[in-house]
């Protein structure tokens, strides 16, 4: 009886080790899972055009053959335009009623798609001619960015939330929250959809951060104070915050600029880490 129980004791005691160590692996691969590589960028400028200066930009996206639309903000001064890249010209300009402030601007098909700050109300214009072919309703807290990946569109409301709204009900499908090493990444603004990442102001920074549209997961910061920089020291006292960004997808270029800036840029990302 004796060895018995010593034999029972022995084995028990190497099983519950070994289960300990199978424990330990299996939680160790799910945390390897979540846990990503932060990158780190910087931006080297390859080119510069001007930019209407009096644009409060609030969203902006890279429609082909040079040419930009961009949604501008402020009360009695809000507007969608189609915007020459190379001149910076308006070429079409669509004004907003002065009791809204548009924000995030988007192109799904041949329709651009537009919210507003403090309202829940969107609009939707046609691409050719920026006529208004509808309004929509959101559910989220602000109008502030919104993206496309060409079937779903993305949007921020200021908070730490990533949508994904359906462009047909605009019902949220889902809400993620945007988390930096724990801690929330709050006031995330205008957005842009790149190479299957969400790219997205934080408002009042330099600073951009990448996203992944699947979970919500941190990719990496991009810093651009050079850019905000280098307008304040050549005397642009009244300019505002870096917001805007554009991906030209077929010439791989990446263009940003800031509310009020007389400048747009385009930018290559290079590593810092
Ligand atoms: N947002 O674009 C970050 C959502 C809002 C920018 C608000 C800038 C303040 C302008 C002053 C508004 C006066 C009520
Ligand atoms: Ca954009």
Redesign the pocket.
């Known amino acids: 009886a004796p060895r018995f129980y010593a034999n029972f004791y022995v084995v028990l005691s190497v099983s519950i080790v070994v289960s300990v160590i199978i424990l330990l692996h299996i939680s160790s691969y799910k945390f390897r899972a979540f846990e990503r590589v932060i990158s780190y960028h910087m931006v080297k400028v390859v080119n510069e055009f001007p930019h209407d200066p009096k644009a409060?930009t609030?969203g902006l996206l890279y429609a082909g053959n040079d040419t930009l639309f961009e949604s501008t903000?402020?009360?009695g001064k809000s507007s969608v335009r189609k915007v020459a890249l190379r001149t910076g010209k308006v070429e079409k300009l669509q004004k907003m009623d002065g009791s809204l402030?548009g924000?995030g601007l988007t192109l799904l098909g041949e329709r651009l798609f537009q919210v507003t700050?403090l309202q829940k109300l969107g609009f939707i214009y046609d691409q050719k001619n920026l006529s208004e072919l509808g309004t929509f309703n959101h559910e989220m807290k602000?109008?502030?960015g919104l993206a496309t990946d060409g079937k779903v569109l993305f949007g921020s409301d200021?908070s730490s939330s990533l949508y994904e709204l359906d462009p047909q009900t605009f019902k949220a499908v889902s809400k993620q929250v945007v988390y930096y090493k724990g801690h929330q990444v709050h006031?995330l603004?205008e957005l842009e959809y790149i190479n299957g990442e969400i790219w997205a102001n934080v408002?009042?920074t330099d600073c951009i951060a990448r996203i992944s549209p699947n979970n919500g997961g941190f990719l990496g910061w991009i810093l651009l104070p050079n850019l905000r920089k280098e307008l304040v020291e050549a005397g642009h006292n009244g300019i505002?915050v870096l917001?805007g960004i554009a991906w030209d997808g077929e010439q791989k270029r990446i263009f940003v600029t800031g509310?009020l800036w007389p400048k747009l840029y385009e930018v290559k990302v290079f590593p810092i880490n």
């Open positions: 409060f609030q903000g402020l009360f402030f924000e700050w602000d109008g502030w200021g006031n603004n408002y009042m505002d917001n509310k």
